[in-house]
């Protein structure tokens, strides 16, 4: 235990990195003193996951509602109040914050509101409003995280240019709106706002949409969201702003187009927050994008200054953050935990979602794998037809040799729920086998993963045999 008036651990960062790491170096009998700048929860609460997933509440409910006919059911009258979406999204963003207090009071942690930074002597100052102190402390665990990464090619002044915290705090719904970057964020965002209404054109460098997908999956949703009028326009960069209006943006394209609308989204990716840290003075080591580098143990180039999320870069999820959080806190009070990424599901909240773990096709190919892929479509799944969502499929990477499962992706309704099966079966080393002699309840999404896994050895019985010749 630490001297009086001195920390066992300081965390920097509140977000789902660094307030896990807290609690968890409290469970374990340490002194920890949380320091954030802005809001706990960080990104994922507050400016990422839970706001998002909120406003994608309210759209999903939207899309299902202006179907209700098809399901016999006569719905009039429906109508958006982003008013009131945005209300909703703060409410339950702030009931979540207060849990997270609550939590840090409970396990008597020091929430200390300010910036934090490494001191020569490894303690931590603290930049507050009401000027700056210093936690004496064993050992640091930065959790920093990321902000948007900007493009030299946009001015992020002007109004009409926004990053995806600035698309979550907008007053009213656009009428049209371009993104830059088809990624995860970006298609999370097209979504909500073409379901309410806005006229959409994204714009992506790479060959294809959400390009660190699986292939099938990529292509499936761009021809997915070419149905619901949202353009994706791959193989394209914006060359120049040709003019900023105070109610539009107009640009030109690398392909010689030009695209006009009212807003425009940068989702390109994220920045590091390493910066003013104070990492170079006692040597901690980062890379040129500013990605703190860590061993297996979350433990930087420095003994006793660990560090976790999206500031160490790879796979930028909050679940990963907090399993990185997890070890790092074990390590820092006395225990012996390694990071592993070998089982990380992915989620994306799309229409229809997407859930993916371990390897997908293009990966195993990459990899000279010798494997079998099997799928099973949502539209032979009964349960998927009653709910009428029975488009998308499961596809399962096995390995050819020893049938154990080494990655899975789900395009489909609650592809973000099923994919998590996938990932318990990888966990426990499981078989292809394994999950088709797994009795599944019936009618459910979750037989379409014992179908696939079944098709797999040629006995699912809602798939047809080859035809004989
Ligand atoms: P952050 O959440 O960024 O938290 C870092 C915290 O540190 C912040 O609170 C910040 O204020 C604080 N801080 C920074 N510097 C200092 C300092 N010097 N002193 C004190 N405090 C400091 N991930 C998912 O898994 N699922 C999703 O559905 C998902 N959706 C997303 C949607 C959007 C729009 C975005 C932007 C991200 C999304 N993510 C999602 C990613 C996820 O939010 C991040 O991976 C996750 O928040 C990273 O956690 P972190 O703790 O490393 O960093």
């Known amino acids: 235990m630490a001297e009086e008036g001195r920390y066992d651990v300081v965390v920097i960062g509140g977000g789902p990195g660094g307030y896990p790491a807290a609690i968890r170096c409290a469970q374990r009998g340490a002194k920890v003193a949380l320091v954030e700048k802005e809001r706990v929860g960080g990104t994922c609460l507050n400016w990422g996951c839970i706001p998002t997933k909120t406003l994608l509440a309210s759209t999903e409910l939207i899309a299902r509602a202006r179907e209700a006919e098809k399901f016999g059911v006569k719905i009039s009258g429906i109508e958006p109040d982003w008013g009131a979406i945005q209300e909703r999204k703060a409410k339950v963003t702030d009931t979540l914050v207060g849990g997270i207090l609550q939590l840090l009071k409970a396990n008597g942690i020091d929430l200390v509101e300010g910036a934090g930074s490494i001191t020569p002597e490894k303690n931590v100052r603290v930049a507050g409003a009401d000027g700056e102190a210093v936690l004496e402390t064993d050992r640091i665990i930065i959790a920093t995280g990321s902000d ?14 926004m990053t995806s915290t600035d698309a979550l705090a907008l007053d009213h719904v656009p009428e049209s709106l371009i993104i830059v970057g088809s990624g995860v964020i970006g298609s999370e965002f097209a979504c909500i706002f073409s379901t309410l209404g806005t006229r959409i054109a994204m714009v992506e460098l790479m060959d294809r949409m959400l390009p660190t997908e699986d292939s099938r999956v990529a292509k499936q949703m761009k021809s997915t969201f070419r ?3 949202i353009e994706v326009k791959t193989e394209t960069t914006v060359e120049e702003v040709l003019e900023y209006r105070p109610d539009g943006i107009k640009v030109k394209l690398s392909d010689g187009g030009e695209l006009e609308a009212e807003k425009l989204l940068v989702s390109i990716g994220r920045r590091f927050n390493s910066a003013g840290l104070g990492l170079e003075e006692v040597g901690v080591k980062a890379d040129e994008r500013g990605r703190i580098e860590v061993n297996d143990a979350m433990e930087t180039s420095v003994e006793g200054i660990y560090a976790v999320g999206d500031v160490v870069g790879g796979i930028l999820l909050a679940h990963t953050a907090t399993f990185e959080g997890l070890v790092a806190a074990e390590n820092a009070t006395g225990g012996k935990a390694t990071m592993s990424y070998d089982v990380v599901p992915a989620c994306i909240f799309t229409t229809p979602e997407i859930g993916s773990v371990g390897l ?27 709910m009428g969502e029975d488009y998308g499929f499961v596809q399962l990477v096995i390995d ?8 899975a992706q789900i395009m489909g309704p609650h592809a973000s729920d099923l994919i998590h ?9 499981a078989t292809a086998m394994d999950i088709a002699t797994t009795i599944h309840a019936h009618p459910s999404l979750p037989e379409a993963i014992m179908e696939a896994a079944e098709a797999a050895h040629g006995k699912a019985i809602h798939v047809a045999p080859p035809r004989k010749k």
């Open 421 to 429: 099966e996938v990932a318990v079966a990888m966990q426990q080393g």
């Open 227 to 229: 149905k619901a009028g």
């Open 360 to 386: 997908n096709t293009d990966k195993a190919a990459d990899q000279g794998l010798e494997v079998t892929v099997s799928r099973f479509s949502f539209g032979a799944l009964g349960k998927a037809m009653a």
């Open 400 to 407: 050819a040799k020893t049938d154990k499962l080494l990655g």
């Open 148 to 161: 948007p990464a900007e493009l030299p090619t946009f001015d992020f002044s002007q109004p009409s240019v």
